[in-house]
Nanobody, 120 residues
Framework: VQLVESGGGLVQPGGSLRLSCAAS????????MNWVRQAPGKGIEWVSG????????GYRDSVKGRFTISRDNAKNTLFLQMNSLKPEDTAVYSC??????????????WGQGTQVTVSS
């Protein structure tokens, strides 16, 4: 399994970023996927999940209405569109493969993550 995140960077509060995760080494379309993040000095927190077909998604309360998760199974790629970014969104974001087609299942993260910094 290989997961490679990209798209992070420095953005001002209120700005937007689109994260991507290129997946390989497994049948991407058969598995749910998740985004997690880790802020400096804090634990890992789940951000969002999407089932294998993309028909069901979930978000942590603090990002609902601002973040949108999606996937392109033809291109083995997971996305996270982040709008109205806040300083508290600053973290390393990683994509993770679920153990089933449902994002409620356990998951594992293989990527290095991509840094998102929200600051003026």
């Amino acid at each position: 399994v290989q997961l490679v995140e990209s798209g992070g960077g420095l953005v001002q509060p209120g700005g937007s970023l689109r994260l991507s995760c290129a997946a390989s080494g497994f049948s991407f379309s058969n598995y749910a996927m998740n985004w997690v993040r880790q802020a400096p000095g804090k634990g890992i927190e789940w951000v969002s999940g999407i089932n294998s077909t993309g028909g069901t998604t979930g978000y942590r309360d603090s990002v609902k209405g601002r973040f949108t998760i999606s996937r392109d199974n033809a291109k083995n790629t997971l996305f996270l569109q982040m709008n109205s970014l806040k300083p508290e969104d600053t973290a390393v974001y990683s994509c993770c493969k679920s153990d089933s087609d449902n994002y409620y299942s356990s998951y594992k993260c293989w990527g290095q993550g991509t840094q998102v910094t929200v600051s003026s």
